[in-house]
């Protein structure tokens, strides 16, 4: 068996960023495997605008943001090994992996675990109707335009005003393609408001709220789609229905963390973010397993994803020289309005600074963020509106977190 | 010149091609779809039933008796994953739900069936721990099982093509002539193939199949049951099929694992106007959810996959109709093959063969007849040594094109080499598990797209999801 000090799984930002923290904190010996020909992950079909403006301080294309971690990779010599698929790893870090010249496992020092998400398909949203071609999720149309050089339709409704949707709302109708509507379960929209002006607004494209898929028509390739409001608890209000022809239906409904390997090496996982709990170092409950990036939460900024991957890098190469970070730990959990906080659990003597990440339940208007420990208030946080679609950080002070008793809760107040 | 010509490349007539092969006989399949298994036969609850329900002295309860075993066989020689899980057939506290559970028990006595059991519901509890307290009374099928029976048609008809069956697919008969002694069999675009014997294997068209030749002595009525397929996070939430007592509303919801490692929910019972109506409904995926939680009330909807309908070619006598035909000689009509149809596909063909030699077919057995099909899950089934020994010899075995379901480009080139071949996406998905898993197809639709262009020089664009018009890609950009 060969070994490594740290095995980073997936070559996307969060990878490559994780790998660069490692060598920077003096771990070397980093190999990083991906299953696709080259590094990049899903930045590689995202050819608009609009990463790095936070991280790096301008404005760059998906594969140019990737292409600057890549760079970086190869100046420190960090070994890359594409086409190479992690089939699994185990709780004492034997990661098992599949290429072309066979099956190789490598016992590693730690793990880093970055192997992304992957999107909600028809069948997990439960849409009725006949199964034809032209039910695409937005990602793989996005993979056919992008990166294949291959239209998909025509006449397109689009479920789901996630970023994916919206931004292809945009690349569709670049191609001619006619986009009918975008359709929106919630009452509001997921996405990014700057996505939907530049990607909707700007082209005249109807956003449809509380509005639903209702089925699929079609036998050989879509023909059209049934579209219908909902009430409060998303049921479909049969007097609304409405046929739409179109020849394609895209879904951009959600993604879902990619953790069968996290489940697999028997890493708890939280129901909500559907990634693993995590301390803030981005230690996984198994020590020596790390995870960031999208497999840990779905994230809508590129840059966060490398900021957070940045922390487990980091984290690895602590622990392939000190061990595991001791210490007493704190639980933290969501309070009103908020959907979940992550890192799920903080060490409280460690002298650092730790930023929670979180999401809310609804959009709000302006509100005040409070973490708290009992009665004590560790920080607080104020922001002219919330949305589910925007994630949220507050950052508290070491010497706030010292003496901190279970849990630490973040809730917020409308102002 | 064939010496028999069968109709509609379902499991039936896929598996009678297989027995037919053992003979020195020209045996030509025709159908009417882009692939093999586009029926009845890809969509259904894919279990082998017992034989405790069908009435006592009908052909389904004869066929079903024979057929269990010899479906097993059968799957054996030619690599057709099965397993024989067992099935729970429960009553809910009811009297009369329990009255029919012993009913069942006797008639599968009467039926000849082994390994019959009643069980108390806390008894089926200790087997079946996820089963609702509410069940309480069980009878335990103990040879029932399930198969996957796409791959069961797939491998019945691969069988047959390595010992010399002829399949034409895009062949849909619409015409049936007799000229002195042979069938001329005509396709919708113009194609002709002429056969000694024909049989009808049409499923849900065998009543128009029977009318070309004058016969309509029974008319199909297709009834619809949709279906909910899971995550394999939920497949191991039972271990054995789980059926509902059958009462005046149907058969019940049944929740079962797959051979793959899934959970299957359904199946609702709906007349419909066509054999293609397959559309599933919000009020029957609804049903499904709602009755499914009766047996099995820990069932997680939210790991639903996909879900899919299929449709059963039903008659109102209720039992099979395998018969000669009336109007011609040397035609067999083999129709109204609802379930247990896939269970008794064996013996189905067995009791065909023997209609065939009462009508004066001669069959020569063959002594070079290879019974068995090369495994197409060797790869899969390989330890990390061999797969890495494996891979080292055939390179492409070592690129994973599909990561939910972990199959490699080999074996994707494999099934669109291999007989019968994958011609399109779904046929590839049907043969290797290529999206069938959590994405479904998300990531791989684009590689597979490529594969079978490459394989079978078609350019991407002309690529289809499952035949005809179900072009994915529109153009280049
Ligand atoms: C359509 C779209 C539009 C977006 N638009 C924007 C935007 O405008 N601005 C912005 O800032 N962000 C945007 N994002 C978000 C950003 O792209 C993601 O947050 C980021 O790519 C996530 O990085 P990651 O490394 O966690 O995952 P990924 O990029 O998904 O990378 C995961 C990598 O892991 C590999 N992998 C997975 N499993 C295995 C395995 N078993 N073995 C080996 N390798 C494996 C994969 O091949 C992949 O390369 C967008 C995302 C999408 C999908
Ligand atoms: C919802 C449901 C659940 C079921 N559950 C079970 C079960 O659990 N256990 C069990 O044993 N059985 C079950 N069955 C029954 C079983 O699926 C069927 O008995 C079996 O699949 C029938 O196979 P077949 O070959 O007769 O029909 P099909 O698979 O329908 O094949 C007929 C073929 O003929 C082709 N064809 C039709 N017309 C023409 C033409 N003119 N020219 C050329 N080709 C033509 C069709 O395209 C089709 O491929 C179930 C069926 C359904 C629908």
Redesign the pocket.
């Known amino acids: 068996m060969r070994e490594h000090d740290i095995v980073v ?8 960023a994780a790998a660069i923290a490692a060598y920077d904190s003096g771990v070397t010996d980093v190999v990083v ?4 020909s080259s ?5 590689r ?2 050819i ?5 403006l936070h991280k790096l301080g301008r404005e760059l294309t ?1 594969p140019e ?1 990737a292409d600057v971690y890549r760079c970086e990779v190869e100046k420190r010599g960090i070994r890359v090994y594409c086409e ?4 699994g790893v185990t709780a004492d870090r034997v990661v098992t ?1 599949q290429n072309k010249e066979g099956v190789l496992k490598i016992k590693a020092g730690a793990v880093v675990l ?4 992957r999107e909600r398909s028809r069948g997990a949203l439960n849409i009725s109707g006949t199964r034809p071609a032209g039910v695409y999720s ?2 793989t149309a ?1 993979k056919f335009i992008n990166c294949e050089g291959y239209m998909v339709g025509k006449k397109v409704v689009i479920l789901g005003s996630g ?2 949707g919206l ?2 709302a945009r690349r569709m109708t670049f191609e001619g393609a006619k986009v009918e509507a975008v359709c929106e379960l919630m009452p509001y929209s997921g996405g990014l408001t700057r ?1 939907i002006v530049q990607c909707l607004e700007d082209f005249g494209i109807p956003l449809y709220l509380s509005t639903t898929v209702a089925e699929i028509h079609g036998k050989e390739r879509v023909e059209g789609v049934t579209i219908a409001q909902v009430d409060e608890n998303r049921r479909v209000i049969e007097e609304t229905k409405r046929y739409i022809p179109c020849d394609t239906l895209l879904l951009s409904c959600g ?1 879902i963390p ?1 953790n069968e ?1 996290t489940r697999g090496a028997g890493i708890p996982i939280d129901p909500i973010t559907s990634g693993a709990l995590v301390d803030e170092n981005r230690q996984t409950e198994i020590p020596g397993i790390f995870a ?4 840990l939460q ?6 966060y ?1 490398s900021d957070e ?1 940045e922390m487990a890098g980091i984290g690895a190469a602590s622990f392939v020289k000190n061990g595991a970070v001791s210490g007493k730990t704190v639980e933290t959990k969501p309070g009103n309005g908020v959907r979940y906080v992550l890192p799920q659990r903080v060490h409280t003597e460690s002298g650092k600074d730790v930023s929670l990440f979180l999401r809310v339940t609804q959009p709000f208007p302006k509100v005040r963020f409070t973490v708290k420990s009992g009665d004590v208030v560790l920080a607080t946080a104020q922001r002219l509106k919330a949305a589910p679609g925007e994630m949220e950080k507050i950052t508290v002070k070491s010497e706030k977190l010292q003496g901190a008793q279970e849990p630490i809760t973040v809730s917020l107040e409308v102002l | 010149m064939f010496d028999v010509v069968i109709v509609g490349a379902g499991v039936i007539g896929g598996m009678l091609a297989r027995q037919l092969s053992k003979y020195d006989l020209k045996i030509c399949l025709l159908e009417k779809e882009n692939d093999v298994a586009m029926g009845a036969s890809k969509a259904n609850s894919g279990i082998v039933h017992g034989g405790y329900d069908p009435e006592p002295g009908t052909l389904k309860a004869k066929l079903n008796a024979e057929g269990v075993q010899k479906l097993y066989d059968v799957a054996d020689e030619i690599h057709a994953p099965y397993r024989k899980n067992g099935s729970f057939v429960c009553a809910f506290g009811t009297p009369e739900e329990e009255a029919t559970v012993r009913e069942l028990y006797e008639r599968g006595l009467e039926n000849g069936i082994p390994g019959l059991e009643i069980l108390t519901g806390d008894e089926a509890r200790v087997l079946e721990p996820a089963l609702s307290p509410a069940a309480s009374l069980v009878l335990n099928v103990t040879n029932a099982g399930i198969v996957c029976p796409y791959e069961m048609t797939v491998a019945a008809i691969g069988n047959a093509m390595d010992n010399g069956t002829e399949l034409k697919v895009n062949f849909a008969v619409s015409d049936i002539k007799k000229e002195q002694d042979v069938f001329v069999v005509t396709s919708a675009g113009g194609e002709v193939v002429k056969g000694r014997y024909v049989v009808n294997c049409a499923g849900g068209y065998s009543d128009r199949v029977a009318a070309m030749v004058g016969d309509d002595f029974f008319k199909i009525i297709p009834r619809a049951g949709e279906y909910m397929l899971l995550d394999k996070n939920e497949g191991s939430r039972v271990s054995h099929t789980i059926f509902q007592v059958p009462s005046k509303d149907g058969k019940g919801i049944l929740v079962s694992p797959t051979v793959d490692g899934n959970l299957l929910t359904g199946p609702t019972a709906t007349v419909v106007e066509s054999p293609e109506a397959t559309s599933t409904t919000p009020a029957g995926l609804d049903a499904v959810a709602r009755l499914a939680a009766k047996s099995v009330p820990s069932v997680n909807f939210r790991q639903v996959i996909t879900s899919f309908s299929g449709v059963r070619a039903s008659e109102k006598s209720g039992d099979f109709i395998i018969c000669p035909a009336k109007s011609v000689e040397n035609m067999i009509h083999v129709a109204a093959i609802d379930s247990p149809g896939l269970t008794c596909c064996v013996s189905i063909a067995d009791y065909v063969i023997d209609l065939l030699r009462e009508a004066g077919l001669a069959m020569a057995p063959r002594a070079d007849w290879c019974p068995t099909r090369e495994n197409p899950h060797a790869f899969r089934e390989m330890s990390d040594e061999e797969k890495d020994a494996y891979i080292k010899e055939h390179p492409a075995y070592g690129k994973i094109v599909c ?1 939910c379901e972990t199959v490699s480009e080999g074996e994707i080139r494999d099934a669109i080499r291999r007989n019968p071949p994958a011609c399109d996406i779904d046929g590839v998905k049907r043969r290797t598990r290529s999206g069938m898993g959590r994405c479904q197809g998300g990531f791989c639709m684009p590689y597979v797209m490529r594969l079978i262009s490459e394989e079978r020089g078609v350019a991407m664009e002309s690529v289809t999801k499952n035949g005809k018009g179900s072009t994915p890609l529109i153009g280049k950009l």
Do not use: K, S, W
């Open positions: 799984v997936g070559g996307g930002p969060a990878g490559l495997l991906d299953r696709e590094v990049g992950g899903i930045l079909q995202c608009h605008n609009g990463f790095g998906g943001y190479t698929t992690v089939t992996a970055a192997m992304g998400c937005a990602g996005q970023d994916i931004i292809m996505n993604l990619e390997l960031c990036g999208n497999v779905v994230h809508d900024l590129v840059d994803v991957a | 990561r």
